[in-house]
């Protein structure tokens, strides 16, 4: 069995008591950071042997991995902070995993944009998720084919590029277009701000920005 284990964006107290006593009973945990991982598992008093598995090295390892699973293995997958796959590590594995018949449990808990949703206090019906942007090639186009929707959509953003990416969405969608930034969540600093992305950007470019950033827009309007 492969257990998919979402782990505290912030706040330790999150995880929950599942994924504590998951992490403890498999033969091995597959950690995006294992110096990252080790930090939560000193502080659970977790002793499960850690292995790297990250954007680097995931399309050598996927396949020992799943052997390892054939064989009788359990295993958990981790990222940094979050649940793994979404804008992490994770997808390649589950997809082999779901190929080749290993069973998948996938634990529900802290993801990033779901509470940054359900606060902005933006329509959260219906949304799109598109986590981060390009950097450069396709950014544009990705950027007009979002303000196009007629409903919410979902970036991930960093905290250095937060300035420039209020810029472009209001080269795309119109300084009154509603948007909220927030930061820090389940952290001490944790920050919501709704309000136009004119506003949002004055407001952000008179303080130092830290933390990650999830982005809420409306959607376009009739």
């Known amino acids: 069995m492969l257990y998919i284990v979402p782990t505290p964006i912030g706040n330790l107290e999150d995880i929950t008591l599942r994924a504590l006593r998951i992490l403890k009973e498999v033969k091995v945990v597959l950690a995006e950071d294992t110096r990252t991982s080790k930090r939560l598992f000193d502080h659970f008093g977790i002793s499960t042997p850690l292995r790297s598995f990250h954007a680097h090295n995931e399309h050598q390892v996927v396949e020992r991995v799943v052997d390892e699973l054939l064989a009788g293995a359990d295993m ?32 529900p808990g ?27 090639k396709g950014r544009q186009t990705r950027l007009r084919m979002l303000a196009a929707l007629p409903h919410t959509f979902v970036l991930y953003e960093s905290p250095f590029r937060l300035l420039k990416c209020l810029d472009e969405l209001i080269a795309v969608c119109g300084p009154d277009r509603m948007a909220c930034v927030a930061r820090e969540l389940s952290k001490l600093h944790e920050e919501f701000q709704t309000n136009t992305l004119e506003w949002l950007k004055n407001y952000f470019s008179q303080k130092e920005v830290k933390g990650e950033i999830v982005l809420i827009v409306a959607g376009k309007s009739d």
Not at 78 to 100: M, Y
């Open 76 to 107: 958990a997958l981790i990222s940094d902070a979050g649940t793994p796959g979404i804008s992490d590590p994770g997808f390649l594995l589950a997809r082999a995993c779901v190929q080749r018949g290993v069973p998948i449990s996938c634990l």
């Open 110 to 136: 802290a993801t990033a944009f779901v509470p940054a949703l359900a606060a902005s206090g933006l329509p959260c019906d219906t949304f799109h998720f598109d986590g981060f942007l390009p950097h450069k």
